[in-house]
């Protein structure tokens, strides 16, 4: 079953890197408005979007196959760069906390002492934040001037510091385990054997015990893209994550939700495949753990802020 | 025991200190730009601006502005620019219906989340335990904002079943308090029931293994003694902390998009209104506190988890 | 004024144009019918910009504070034209004005009371408008002619005194001179920054404790984005003006116009003060008719274009976007409620001429993108950055996601920045911001077209709170407003304003793009025949209300 829903997963992304394909189908981009025009359905014009302002619903065919938005635009044309966006930043968060978490967690085990002192403060710090509080203090803080890390400039609003945010706020998450991880590696024998040898610390790390977290950092993968999503999703919801006219999932339940009356569509197509993809995830993450390591401390499914 | 104690909390100590020097940080130091002009919120004039410099110290050394920050934010002097109103009043106006959420959510979670872990983990490898793991697993993958915005229209406007958010002070009139925290608590709550049972039933599957378990079997007690007496109780510790964080959590704010999709005003759509309104101060304040109740909740469990098994405190 | 949503009543004209437009109700919104007593819930979407009379300076502020503080002149609580009509306020008469057109002159009434049973006194009158000067706010430029007005301003000490307003305490004569003459200045003295407030108030934002003022309602509590209360005043007494039905009007601030118009429906609500949203439109008109109406309002639509900075400091580039602009998109964005047009000064207000043909193309075909292209290209401006403003209420954000996209259409490289509907106006009105373009409404002020060419007079331009978002400056049309304003009777100089609009427009110093029809909309408890009368420039009269 998990491997099932990997190939989901893949499938989707596949999708949303087909996304320009798609729209080149349907004959505009996500972002093309078009309140004025009108498509032929059975035989007659119809306005995209009525005079009062509301839109038509899915077609089933290659313009507008799940329907119009209220400005028009073709809503899988929208899903699709939406998608693009959501996963972007869900798989470089991930990523960067994946490498941001091994590091501390690695650094922390095996050195010890006060670099381990120092680290488990610090991750007890950011764990101390509830996840989407985190997130949304750092965006806010971030919204107007953005941030400036030595020469680099993130602009404010930029998808670079969406990313930045999420992963931060979940490298503890996976942190912790990995130094727990390491911490018991440590004392193996073929890391004494290493050292025998000759072996420097750095060395040591490298060679010895990051191939033996592979397992346990392959388990928590899949886990931390789905939060990763979850949370750029409530981020854009809140409209301190993707800002529209670009699409997210999250900015387009945030107005496909004013439309529940005219268009429910609207706020159901993005919201089920925010649930498709991270329910893909998850029971992939589930089939994983069972597969490499079943008394991991990944937990069952994505941790809620 | 006395030992652990006082270590775990001279901890708490330190983590407090770090933390409020983290949220220092992320307001008044990491972003770009004037921290007076953001903190002003809505375009103010320049006499506005240079009387909040001064106010809050941007214009001292760091240390110094950090002293100052905690005196404002702590003392509870610190006001918000847009609403002129005093921050910690509003975080204590606000409180009562964040605990309302998170007390029924998190009683509902618990319950549901314990019922059906044991359900599946009693049935295990049967189908019905196979559903629970696929309604689980749906369960948590399920964006709050969306369930709870669907559910407030379908549920609240069109079918009239529930009050179409908004909330009603228990002291007011308790039915209708609770007729309106329905829908949000089973919306806040479905997140963690698919988390809980799927912990608890592992939980379960692994004490039902353990040799003491074994034993008790083996000197005749029923299988419903051995599942209350050991199992259960063995299996629940765990879940206990995992518990008290995550009401933690929820009550520091983490509620923050169930509580804006429904309306109820509470500590969370504070912030989130702050947010919106770029209103420095409030998200400040509200992170702060609420990481400081984490924190010192977390301390609680673990010492409360020490005094439930033992092995812990040897740590 | 600026408004982000409704409200902002139709401001009556005296022409013919608004009766043929508006008044074919008859019925008297205002009637005598209803009971007393009673409590209303309404709700606004956002927190109105103050509750303070010295810096409101929006419908959703105006609104409520207009049944709250009265200043020395108001208009006639009546619909249409009648409403247009200037009244003694808390003045026992209409001013009276010398023959130079420089000083005006009124007494306060007798035993007239604040709602904390102070008395009135004439020299609050002083005190009310330097909290206007000296707080900075949006409304400053109206009490600029007053001689010494700009002396107070520049030496910023409120204890200060401006030498044109002169005030005896004992006979309640309350005297104030112009620098020049100013044919709206009775006009200034009924907007709601004139409504008095004691002489006691500090020179500091009240909006959490609004000061005692002299109206059928006083705000009694006030908790920002949560709620504010309007309750009845015992003893207010003024001819001509409402004493109101209602005992107790609640205001609660819901982010949600859905959610809004829900309750309206369900009856949790009484009244929302923003038209429902469009998805719920369709269903209100035809389910609940019996307690929806809607209204056209004399207001202007449009984007403003800041020619102080690039690409819109190049008039081409100005022009290509009134070129390509399809106003019938706009109105089905607006759910209907948009009537297209391409006037500064909209259908309603003396000055208005329908212009035969609009200067880039008919305002209710489509625009012609493939036209603006070609502007834009030949301007060389193609291809620059350009950050749309656009705020957060009902469907701003679609207008702008509209706009963004038509602007990345006929070739700049376009992006949205949305800010929230409190901090809206501040934020485009502030020179910092450097806003290059964005969405921008104006309601007017009072029934002049002054109150709309205003907003593209240089010398009105402000560096925060400014209404001047186009930062236009032309000699020409700076010295025509100066002119035309000092006319006291607007009707013989009609055509003359019309033709200043129309220069603004040729110079394409904006992209309007029509005029919004506003909403009353009211559960079943309101006796909505009898109770929901339509100010022409300040919306839902409050004072009307009535349950059943």
């Known amino acids: ?305 | 025991m006395t030992r652990f104690v006082v270590r775990r909390l001279a901890q708490m100590l330190v983590v407090l200190f770090a933390v409020s020097v983290l949220t220092f940080l992320i307001f008044n130091v990491i972003p770009n730009g004037d921290p007076a002009v953001r903190m002003a919120g809505k375009t103010p004039t320049e006499s506005q601006v240079e009387a909040i410099r001064a106010d809050w110290g941007f214009d001292d050394s760091l240390p110094v502005q950090y002293v100052t920050t905690m005196e404002k934010v702590l003392g509870g002097s610190a006001i918000s620019y847009f609403s002129q109103l005093n921050v910690r009043d509003q975080i204590v106006e606000g409180l009562p219906r964040t605990l309302s959420l998170a007390v029924g959510a998190a009683v509902l979670w618990m319950l549901a989340g314990v019922a059906l872990g044991l359900l599946a983990a009693l049935r295990a490898g049967r189908l019905s335990d196979r559903l629970l793991t696929v309604l689980a697993l749906v369960g948590v993958s399920l964006p709050v904002f969306w369930l709870g915005a669907l559910a407030s229209y379908y549920l609240g406007f069109k079918a009239g079943w529930f009050p179409n958010g908004g909330y009603v002070p228990l002291t007011e009139d308790p039915l209708d308090w609770a007729h309106h925290l329905v829908l949000p608590w089973t919306v806040l709550a479905i997140l963690f029931i698919g988390f809980y049972s799927r912990v608890l039933r592992s939980n379960v599957l692994d004490t039902m293994s353990e040799d003491y378990v074994r034993t008790a079997r083996a000197k005749g007690l029923s299988e419903r003694q051995v599942l209350l007496r050991h199992v259960l109780r063995n299996s629940l510790i765990p879940i206990v902390t995992l518990w008290g964080l995550d009401f933690g959590a929820v009550v520091a704010g983490g509620a923050i998009l169930t509580e804006t999709v429904f309306d109820l005003q509470g500590v969370g759509q504070y912030a989130a209104e702050a947010v919106g309104q770029l209103d420095v101060p409030p998200v400040l304040a509200v992170t702060m506190f609420g990481a400081f109740f984490i924190v010192v909740l977390s301390t609680v469990v673990d010492i409360v988890y020490a005094i439930l098994d033992p092995r812990i405190r040897l740590t | ?548």
Not at chain 3, 499 to 517: C, M, N, Q, T
């Open chain 1, 1 to 305: 079953m998990a491997l099932a829903f990997g190939a989901l997963f893949v499938a989707l992304v596949l999708c949303a890197l087909a996304a320009p394909l798609w729209a080149d189908l349907a004959g505009r981009g996500p972002e093309a408005t078009n309140v004025t025009g009108k498509i032929e359905v059975d035989g007659r014009q119809v306005d995209v979007v009525s005079l009062d302002g509301t839109p038509i619903g899915p077609q089933w065919r290659s313009e507008y196959f799940l329907g119009a938005d209220a400005n028009g635009r073709d809503v899988m044309v929208r899903l699709l760069y939406g998608a693009r966006n959501s996963l972007l930043i869900g798989i470089a968060a991930a990523l960067l906390t994946t490498i941001l978490a091994t590091l501390v967690g690695l650094l922390a085990g095996y050195l010890g002492r006060w670099v381990d002192a120092v680290a488990r403060s610090a991750l007890d710090v950011i764990w101390a934040f509830p996840v989407i509080l985190l997130g949304v203090a750092l965006a806010t803080a971030l919204a107007v001037g953005g941030l400036q890390i030595g020469p680099f400039t993130l602009e404010a609003g930029s998808t670079a510091i969406s990313i930045a945010v999420i992963a931060v706020v979940y490298v503890p998450y996976m942190a912790r385990p990995i130094r727990g991880e390491v911490l018991a590696l440590r004392e193996k024998e073929f890391v004494e054997a290493a050292r025998a040898q000759g072996a420097g610390p750095l060395r040591t790390m490298l060679s010895e015990l990051l191939p033996n977290l592979s397992s346990t950092i392959v388990v928590f993968a899949p886990l931390m893209v789905a939060n990763a999503i979850l949370l750029e999703s409530a981020l854009s919801f809140l409209g301190v994550g993707v800002v529209p006219p670009a699409p997210s999932w999250g900015n387009m339940i945030d107005a496909g939700v004013e439309r529940l009356v005219t268009a429910p569509h609207l706020a159901i197509v993005p919201g089920a495949m925010l649930v498709a993809t991270v329910l893909a995830l998850n029971v992939l993450g589930d089939g994983v753990r069972d597969a490499f390591d079943p008394r991991s401390r990944a937990s069952w499914g994505a941790r809620r802020p």
């Open chain 3, 1 to 548: 004024m600026t408004s982000s949503r409704s409200f902002l009543s139709a401001v009556v004209l005296a022409l013919a144009a608004f009766a043929a437009a508006g008044c074919g109700d008859s019925d008297d919104g205002g009637a005598e019918a209803g009971n007393s007593g009673g409590s209303m819930t309404i709700a606004q979407t956002s927190q109105p910009d103050a509750l303070d009379p010295a810096l409101a300076y929006t419908s959703q502020s105006w609104e409520p504070l207009w049944v709250v503080y009265t200043p020395p002149l108001t208009y006639r609580h009546a619909e249409g034209q009648e409403g247009t009509e200037l009244i003694p306020g808390v003045a026992e008469a209409l001013p009276e004005i010398s023959d130079d057109g420089k000083t005006y002159s009124f007494k306060i009434r007798e035993g007239l009371k604040y709602s904390n049973g102070k008395p009135v006194k004439a020299s609050d009158f002083e005190h009310t408008i330097k909290r206007v000067l000296n707080l900075e706010s949006g409304g400053t430029y109206l009490f600029e002619g007053i001689e010494g007005a700009t002396d107070f301003i520049e030496g910023g000490d409120p204890k200060a005194d401006i030498t044109g307003i002169e005030a005896d305490d004992a006979t309640g004569e309350v005297t104030i001179t112009l620098t020049e003459p100013d044919g709206t200045f009775s006009n200034v003295l009924a907007t709601n920054f004139a409504g008095m407030v004691p002489a006691s108030t500090p020179f500091e934002n009240q909006s959490t404790k609004p000061p005692p003022g002299v109206g059928p309602y006083e705000i009694t509590e006030s908790v920002p984005n949560r709620q504010f209360t309007l309750s009845q005043v015992e003893g207010f007494d003024i001819p001509d003006v409402p004493k109101g039905k209602v005992d107790t009007i609640t205001t609660r601030i819901v982010k949600s116009t859905s959610r809004q118009a829900q309750d309206v429906i369900g009856g949790k609500l009484d009244y929302m003060q923003d038209p429902p949203p469009t998805d719920l439109l369709a269903e209100i008109k035809a389910s609940h008719s019996d307690r929806y109406k809607d209204w056209p309002t004399p207001s202007t639509y449009y984007f403003f274009l800041n020619q102080s900075i690039p690409p819109f400091d190049n008039e081409q580039a100005r022009e290509a976007v009134n070129v390509a602009i399809d106003s019938t998109a706009i109105a089905r964005i607006f759910g209907g409620r948009l009537k297209p047009s391409c006037n500064v000064i909209p259908s309603g207000i003396p000055g208005h001429e329908d212009p035969d043909p609009c200067p880039f193309g008919d305002p209710s075909a489509a625009g012609d993108v493939d036209e603006a292209k070609r502007l834009v290209e030949e301007a060389g401006v193609g291809g620059e950055k350009v950050t749309v403003y656009a705020n957060n209420d009902s469907n701003r954000p679609q207008i702008g996601e509209y706009y963004t996209d038509l602007l990345n259409q006929i070739g700049f490289d376009a992006d949205l920045k949305i800010i929230d509907g409190a901090i809206y106006f501040n934020t485009i009105g502030n020179e910092k911001t450097k806003a290059q373009t964005g969405l921008a409404a104006w309601y007017p002020d009072f029934a002049h077209p002054g109150s709309f060419l205003q907003q593209f007079d240089g010398t009105a331009i402000q560096p925060t709170n400014n209404s001047n978002y186009g930062y236009v400056n032309d000699p020409e049309i700076n010295k025509g407003i100066a002119d035309l304003l000092k006319e006291p009777d607007v009707a013989t100089v009609a055509d003359q304003w019309a033709e200043l609009d129309r220069k603004a427009i040729e110079k394409s110093y904006l992209a309007p793009y029509g005029s919004e029809e506003l909403t009353t909309f009211m559960s079943d408890r309101v006796d909505f025949d009898n109770c929901s009368l339509v100010h022409p420039l300040y919306g839902n009269d409050y004072t009307s209300f009535c349950l059943k």
